[in-house]
């Protein structure tokens, strides 16, 4: 039996290195029985052609392609419908994982029963190295989606049965960059509940660039997803405030972002002590 399925979609990578980092990462894992599934999903620039090189030199990995670029959601979904493994693990084509990340999830989810997914902390890096960190809620409730999604999506593992309950990520157009919060709140309304462990098993790739490419309308979409959300949360009306705060966020230079986000978490931290 097949304990762990890794997905990870791609789409016209942008470093061959990074890509190729990411998936020795999971190669690499202490923890050996799992199958890794890649989709493909549209690239142009011949990200198909190295995926198909490196998927030879592991009979794990289990290459897929999309004609089109159908996206993340429904690149995701396909990966699941694949799937063989007991739990789904995500991994994202620049980032990559701590050698003993998939033990450490697999002993915990087979130790926790209640427990439907389980993600942890993450180093942030980029050209020159590691140059922050970023954790969540070890038990997030429903109000900690108000503020941001309380999790790292591509460090958690999930019980599969729990993602199939749900009908996987959701396809439509308010969830295009959005579909991981999406997921989530469906999770907690439909009863599923997640843990964040305090281990750094991931790290992201993560800068400027990646804040240039997210388009202003990309807020639109992520307050109708945080709408639909919190009303199945119940965290309307109260959490309407919330509801346009990725409008007003997307005015709001990232510096001082990030620093109204290191103040509400270092607040958290002590009300939670």
Same mark, same amino acid.
């Given at each position: 039996?097949?304990? =762990?399925s890794?997905?990870?979609? !791609?789409?016209?990578?942008?470093?061959?290195?990074?890509?190729? *980092?990411?998936? #020795?990462?999971?190669?690499s894992?202490?923890?050996?029985? +799992?199958? +890794?599934i890649?989709?493909d999903?549209?690239?142009?620039?011949?990200?198909?052609?190295?995926?198909?090189?490196?998927?030879?030199?592991?009979?794990?990995?289990?290459?897929?392609k999309?004609?089109?670029?159908?996206?993340?959601?429904?690149?995701?979904?396909?990966?699941?419908?694949?799937?063989?493994?007991?739990?789904i693990a995500?991994?994202?084509?620049?980032?990559?994982?701590?050698?003993?990340?998939?033990?450490? #999830? !697999?002993?915990? /989810?087979?130790?926790?029963?209640?427990?439907?997914? !389980?993600?942890?902390?993450?180093d942030?890096?980029?050209?020159?190295?590691?140059?922050? *960190?970023?954790?969540?809620?070890?038990?997030?409730?429903?109000?900690?989606?108000?503020? =941001?999604?309380?999790?790292? *999506?591509?460090? !958690?593992?999930?019980?599969?049965?729990?993602?199939?309950?749900?009908?996987?990520?959701?396809?439509?157009?308010?969830?295009?960059?959005?579909?991981?919060?999406?997921? +989530?709140?469906?999770?907690?309304? @439909?009863?599923?509940?997640?843990?964040?462990?305090?281990?750094?098993?991931? +790290?992201? @790739?993560?800068?400027?660039?990646?804040?240039?490419?997210?388009?202003?309308?990309?807020?639109?979409?992520?307050?109708?997803?945080?709408?639909?959300?919190?009303r199945?949360?119940?965290?309307? $009306?109260?959490?309407?405030?919330?509801?346009?705060? $990725?409008?007003?966020?997307?005015?709001?230079?990232?510096?001082? /972002?990030?620093?109204?986000?290191?103040?509400?978490?270092? *607040?958290?931290?002590?009300v939670?002590?």
């Amino acid at each position: 039996m097949t304990m =762990v399925s890794v997905i990870m979609s !791609v789409f016209n990578t942008n470093d061959e290195t990074l890509l190729q *980092h990411s998936i #020795q990462s999971i190669i690499s894992q202490t923890f050996s029985n +799992f199958e +890794f599934i890649i989709c493909d999903d549209g690239s142009t620039d011949g990200t198909y052609e190295i995926l198909e090189t490196i998927s030879k030199g592991d009979s794990r990995i289990k290459l897929i392609k999309n004609e089109t670029n159908l996206r993340a959601a429904t690149a995701r979904n396909r990966c699941i419908s694949l799937s063989k493994g007991k739990y789904i693990a995500v991994m994202d084509a620049d980032d990559y994982s701590a050698v003993n990340r998939l033990q450490i #999830q !697999v002993d915990f /989810l087979e130790n926790n029963k209640e427990i439907d997914f !389980v993600g942890s902390g993450a180093d942030l890096y980029n050209e020159n190295g590691i140059w922050g *960190h970023r954790k969540y809620n070890s038990t997030p409730e429903n109000k900690d989606f108000l503020f =941001v999604l309380p999790f790292i *999506h591509a460090s !958690v593992m999930f019980r599969k049965k729990a993602l199939k309950a749900v009908g996987g990520y959701r396809v439509a157009k308010e969830t295009i960059r959005t579909e991981d919060y999406d997921l +989530f709140m469906r999770l907690y309304a @439909n009863g599923y509940k997640g843990v964040n462990l305090e281990d750094t098993l991931y +790290f992201i @790739n993560e800068d400027q660039s990646l804040y240039k490419r997210r388009k202003y309308y990309h807020k639109f979409n992520e307050a109708v997803v945080r709408y639909k959300g919190f009303r199945a949360l119940g965290l309307m $009306p109260g959490g309407f405030l919330y509801v346009i705060k $990725p409008l007003i966020v997307g005015l709001i230079p990232l510096s001082i /972002l990030n620093l109204l986000k290191d103040k509400y978490y270092r *607040h958290k931290k002590l009300v939670d002590k």
